[in-house]
């Protein structure tokens, strides 16, 4: 915001304060990812908005397509429904039926996944629903310093792009560089070099894949971790020349089973890399229901790392 004055941000509670005993730009949206942003920019680029998710959207679309470069909040992605036409109807296809000549640089941020005891309405994960659409690129980021270079590199996009904070990763902390720098789009990042066994993972899940590849290298096994970074674009090709190494992919996504990026890259190595499978792939997600709110059960709902070590294990000894 500092070095582009066309950077604006718009949302439910992105200042914070008003109305409640704190003073104005207190808090900064419901996680304080935004705190201090008031007091710095002032309301004419950090802008509260009412409760209308359809109002963010079609405020921040309108002013990307007249020179602003605006960060639209959404709170929590299970909200999108509200304003799914104009993301995916509107924004997505703006730049295509004007011939290239409408841009929309817009980044559209929003919380995502479960593990906070926020109930089914509060904790989904919808990735697999803005990565089907063309025209959108979609961004989770696993760790604080991907978050970082991811984002400016989404606002920096001359296109719409749908960033997705997963809430249980809001407290991790990690060596982040003062400086700018940015992390191109469509790059998969190696967590992990192995040479036995594939092991996909998106966003909160790649902690979870590093930890079940640790356990596996205590008897031997020697596990690769991809994190994709970006489910659209998606380094396809990251994906299949690890595969082409080790003969074996595990895919961790959490999201329920049918139509998701678990599906989506089962499908992809099937197609382009069948020939160098020496097992099965397996897929490890959340179950078809939506989130539980019982503590026990969400946990139980959520991918787990003795999850995917069992199937790491059990595609290392298929025969």
């Known amino acids: 915001m500092a070095r582009d004055e066309r950077v604006i941000l718009i949302g439910e509670d992105v200042a914070g304060g008003q109305g409640s005993t704190g003073d104005v730009g207190g808090v900064g949206s419901v996680f304080g990812q935004m705190q201090g942003l008031y007091r710095e920019f002032g309301p004419e680029r950090v802008i509260d908005t009412p409760i209308s998710e359809s109002a963010i959207i079609g405020a921040a679309s309108g002013a990307a397509l007249a020179g602003l470069r605006p960060v639209a ?3 929590f992605v299970d909200f999108v429904g509200v304003c799914f036409d104009q993301i995916y109807n509107q924004i997505a296809k703006f ?3 004007s011939g290239g000549h409408a841009t929309t640089p817009l ?3 929003a919380a995502a996944g479960a593990g906070l005891r926020a109930a089914a309405q509060h904790s989904q994960n919808l990735h697999p629903l803005f990565t089907m659409v063309p025209g959108l690129k979609v961004v989770m980021p696993s760790n604080p310093y991907d978050a970082k270079g991811l984002l400016i590199e989404a606002i920096r996009d001359d296109d719409p792009v749908i960033f997705l904070e997963s809430k249980a990763l809001y407290g991790l902390e990690g060596e982040v560089p003062e400086e700018a720098y940015r992390i ?8 992990l070099e192995g040479e036995d066994i594939t092991l996909v993972a998106f966003g909160a899940m790649v902690p979870r894949a590093l930890l079940a590849a640790a356990a596996l290298s205590k008897d031997g096994f020697s596990a690769e971790v991809i994190d994709p970074r970006t489910t659209s674009p998606l ?4 994906i299949l020349e690890s595969v082409g190494r080790t003969g074996r992919l595990v895919v961790i996504d959490e999201s329920p089973p049918r139509c998701s990026m678990a599906a989506d890259i089962a499908g992809l190595v099937s197609e382009h890399a069948f020939s160098s499978l020496r097992a099965p792939i397996l897929k490890v997600t959340c179950p078809h229901t939506p989130v539980p709110f019982s ?5 139980a709902y959520i991918p787990t790392v003795s999850r995917i070590e069992e199937a790491a294990r059990a595609a290392l000894n298929y025969s």
């Open 184 to 191: 191109p789009f469509g790059e998969a990042n190696v967590a």
């Open 107 to 109: 980044v559209i941020r």
């Open 95 to 97: 730049r295509y039926m």
């Open 235 to 238: 380094d396809e090709e990251a």
């Open 73 to 75: 909040e959404l709170m």
């Open 295 to 299: 503590p026990v059960l969400e946990d």
